[in-house]
């Protein structure tokens, strides 16, 4: 079983839909998590951080299930800039500062 | 704004020449990393370095060595490139968890 596992997609959605992604991770000493961001031909770049109590950032909105092992990306009222790859990075918990990458989910967002 | 600056965006070179890749940021970050992106399999680990003249391996350090004699900068060395590794090469630095990455450097090996 991979390490941190994701829906590859591609997701292809309207604007304005709310559309959801799932990432699950195998260890469940597992600390931190987040989301990056990828555009086509570009580096990752953090969208945002998931904490314990779930988090919300404008239309994005990041939860964590410690029980199931699972966390969970919702963009409502979805922009057509919005199209990119999702990445879910899961900080390994025997080494504090070693990220484990997600292969990603492809959002493609339609006029 | 952190800056991460990668020597090249696109690298063509030959079996058996050796590579420099080069990584520079700007905010006097003490970690950095080396990464290879391919298609289906993400980003993998090459090596990383938490302080000058320091090097850990990552999950796929065979062909690859590194160097960190400044702070600001991490390269990366192909000693005898191969076709296997023709990849987008991907530098990243932190001061925490969250990484910084440059632009990439396609390598195409022929």
């Known amino acids: 079983r991979k390490e941190v596992e994701q829906d590859p997609g591609p997701f292809n959605v309207p604007e304005g839909a709310t559309v959801a992604f799932n990432c699950t991770y195998s260890n469940s000493a597992s600390q931190s998590f987040f989301w990056y961001r990828q555009d086509c031909r570009k580096e990752p770049k953090l969208l945002m951080s998931?904490?314990?109590?779930?988090n919300e950032d404008g239309r994005f909105t990041a939860q964590l299930n410690r029980a199931s092992q699972y966390i969970s990306l919702l963009i409502r009222d979805s922009k057509l800039s919005d199209s990119a790859t999702y990445l879910c990075?899961?900080?390994?918990?025997?080494?504090?500062?070693?990220?484990?990458w997600g292969l990603g989910t492809s959002l493609g967002v339609n006029p | 704004d952190v800056k991460v600056t990668q020597s090249s965006r696109y690298l063509v070179k030959r079996t058996g020449e050796k590579v420099f890749l080069e990584c520079v940021q700007d905010m006097d970050h003490e970690n950095m990393f080396w990464y290879r992106q391919d298609p289906g399999l993400g980003l993998r680990l090459i090596y990383f370095?938490?302080?000058?003249?320091?090097?850990e391996k990552g999950d796929i350090p065979e062909g690859y060595s590194v160097s960190r004699e400044k702070k600001e900068r991490f390269s990366l060395i192909l000693e005898s490139a191969s076709t296997n590794q023709t990849s987008m090469y991907l530098c990243?630095?932190?001061?925490?968890?969250?990484?910084?990455f440059g632009p990439g450097t396609r390598l195409t090996v022929l």
């Open positions: 998931v904490y314990s109590s779930g």
């Open positions: 370095s938490y302080d000058v003249k320091m090097k």
């Open positions: 990075v899961v900080l390994n918990a025997g080494n504090n500062r070693k990220l484990i």
């Open positions: 990243a630095s932190s001061l925490s968890l969250e990484q910084f």
